[in-house]
């Protein structure tokens, strides 16, 4: 009978919210589970109904694989704690849910450990993941994620940078141009619900064009009238609503500057194109 080589885990927080909390793979080949004190590595292991709870980092040793699920600012400690404690026979490390990439634990990977990080696209329950770091992990990474039926994009170490940044721009950065628009909406005279109705419509709208014109400048007719319609629409909104007016004056400015600057690229880009007769696809992502 084949014997099954237990994985380890290191957790702390909202253990039960993260992406292992939601990999059977995992749960089945959980064994030594380590955390700021015995009785909370218990309750995780209560949790995630697998696994017995540790007291020493050095319990992870028999380990070939151990997963790494603890909030951003404790993630520094515990690599240091686990580099130190623990010998490193290129065990695999995946950090999770981290907004470094694997080349940031550098004492683990000075040890020899082949170090790697998974992040959920949106909602774990969606089940997307992207990963990225030591190719021998990330193997065996992508075959777990296989066996629970989920999709796995890999990126570059150096693009994790990237792909934050395009979360936080679609996310928290555009918070407040949503809010801005509901006020808005609101000073207009519409009821909350009938604003965030439009502000739904509209951005799904902005998506699906942007799905089909990418990047393209706007037809010139559009951007003047943003032009004209610009320092009118800016001064009505400063006596009642100058927070909004802020927000529309520089934010509509930033973005035809974005797309102005874009206007010669773009059309070189066409160009070549045309002569070649194709595009040449991106390469920062590969599957």
Same mark, same amino acid.
């Given at each position: ?17 993260? /992406? ?9 080949? &959980? ?5 700021q004190s015995y009785a909370t590595a218990k309750r995780l292991t209560r949790t995630l109904c697998s696994g017995y709870p540790v007291t020493r980092y050095?319990? +992870? ?13 404790? /993630? ?14 290129? !065990? ?15 004492? /683990? $990977?000075? $040890? ?5 990080t998974l992040n959920c696209i949106g909602s774990c329950k969606h089940g997307r993941f992207v990963v990225e770091g030591h190719p021998e992990t990330v193997?065996?990474? $992508? ?8 999709? /796995? ?8 940078? &990237? ?5 936080? &721009?679609? !996310? ?31 951005? !799904? ?7 089909k014109a990418g990047g393209k400048p706007w037809k010139d007719g559009r951007e003047r009238a943003l032009y004209a319609g610009l320092e009118d629409r800016?001064?009505? &909104? $400063? ?12 934010? +509509?400015?930033?973005? +035809? ?31």
């Amino acid at each position: 009978m084949k014997t099954v080589e237990l994985m380890g885990l290191i957790g702390a927080g909202s253990v039960s919210q993260s /992406l292992v909390a939601r990999m059977p793979s995992l749960h089945v080949q &959980l064994g030594p589970v380590k955390s700021q004190s015995y009785a909370t590595a218990k309750r995780l292991t209560r949790t995630l109904c697998s696994g017995y709870p540790v007291t020493r980092y050095a319990e +992870l040793e028999m380990c070939p694989m151990i997963w790494v699920s603890v909030p951003e600012k404790d /993630l520094r400690r515990v690599i240091a704690d686990l580099a130190e404690q623990t010998p490193i026979r290129q !065990t695999m490390v995946v950090l999770c849910g981290t907004e470094r990439d694997s080349r940031w634990a550098e004492p /683990l $990977r000075k $040890r020899g450990a082949r170090v790697a990080t998974l992040n959920c696209i949106g909602s774990c329950k969606h089940g997307r993941f992207v990963v990225e770091g030591h190719p021998e992990t990330v193997r065996a990474v $992508r075959k777990m994620r296989s066996e629970d039926g989920h999709k /796995l994009v890999q990126i570059r170490p150096a693009a994790k940078a &990237l792909y934050q940044a395009g979360v936080y &721009l679609i !996310t928290d950065a555009l918070r407040p141009w949503v809010a801005s628009s509901m006020d808005a909406l609101r000073a207009a005279g519409f009821t909350r619900a009938e604003a965030l109705a439009i502000v739904e419509t509209f951005g !799904t709208e902005s998506l699906h064009m942007y799905g089909k014109a990418g990047g393209k400048p706007w037809k010139d007719g559009r951007e003047r009238a943003l032009y004209a319609g610009l320092e009118d629409r800016a001064q009505a &909104l $400063r006596s009642s609503h100058p927070s909004v007016a802020q927000i529309y004056s520089e934010g +509509l400015r930033v973005t +035809l500057d974005y797309f102005e600057k874009r206007k010669p690229a773009v059309a070189a880009t066409s160009s070549n194109a045309a002569e070649e007769g194709r595009l040449t696809p991106p390469t920062a992502v590969n599957q």
